[in-house]
């Protein structure tokens, strides 16, 4: 098992273009979540998916969008970036057992946007 | 407003003795709690996680408390070694959001031989 890979692990950016990040678990995992870290900052939920199909707003959404077309798959993206948008981004995943969600995570992407 | 507070400064102990980590929060009611290990350049990685209705958990020479009342988890690492230098993460869970973590910041280990 992969567990949970992120695609690409680092990306520059200029402000003003657009990308997608990849996020796939091999898990047959329910949920799905975007994270972002910055410095001093700890983790903050951008977006999160409690199924195939499904996408929820999390703590920072705003400049983000996501997709969520197959189980395995989530996707984030960036319409519009900027450079407060420099961060590294982490997916996780996690069962859909009630009271019990241990989440396991991706390696991380590391963007910067100039 | 709801806050999450973990030890700022870094935790820097001798090999063999035992850590303890402290996470505080307010304004939650948090249906658990669970503990991440970070190591730079790594997507967190879970530990442990107990539930609002018990008082401990233990694995191997990892230890955790949840006191709802006092708002509080201790992390505790016994006869630590080196290899246990890490940035460790504690997270809330609240059962209206998807099961969704809420993160504190992170407390530094340091561990000397």
């Known amino acids: 098992n992969a567990g949970v890979t992120q695609t690409p692990k680092f990306r520059v950016l200029k402000t003003g273009q657009s990308m997608t990040l990849l996020c796939a678990q091999d898990?047959?995992?329910?949920?799905m979540y975007w994270y972002r870290q910055d410095p001093g900052m700890g983790l903050r939920l951008i977006h999160y998916s409690v199924g195939e199909g499904t996408t929820a707003k999390g703590e920072v959404p705003d400049g983000y969008n996501v997709s969520r077309l197959k189980k395995q798959n989530f996707l984030l993206g960036l319409e519009s970036a900027a450079p407060s948008q420099t961060s590294v981004y982490f997916c996780a995943s996690s069962y859909s057992i009630r009271g019990y969600n241990e989440q396991f995570f991706g390696p991380g992407t590391r963007l910067t946007v100039l | 407003s709801q806050k999450i507070e973990q030890n700022s400064e870094a935790l820097n102990i001798q090999e063999g003795k035992t850590a303890t980590l402290t996470c505080n929060y307010t304004?939650?009611?948090?249906?658990?709690l669970q503990w991440y290990r970070q190591d730079p350049g790594r997507g967190p990685v879970f530990l442990l996680l107990?539930?609002?209705?018990?008082k401990e958990k233990r694995k191997e020479r990892l230890k955790v408390t949840f006191d709802t009342t006092l708002k509080q988890s201790l992390f505790h690492i016994t006869a630590s070694q080196p290899a246990d230098s890490a940035t460790y993460l504690c997270a809330l869970g609240l059962s209206n959001s998807g099961y969704a973590l809420n993160f504190g910041k992170g407390t530094s280990l340091l561990v000397t031989p």
């Open positions: 898990m047959n995992h329910e949920y």
């Open positions: 107990i539930r609002e209705n018990e």
């Open positions: 304004n939650y009611s948090p249906a658990y």
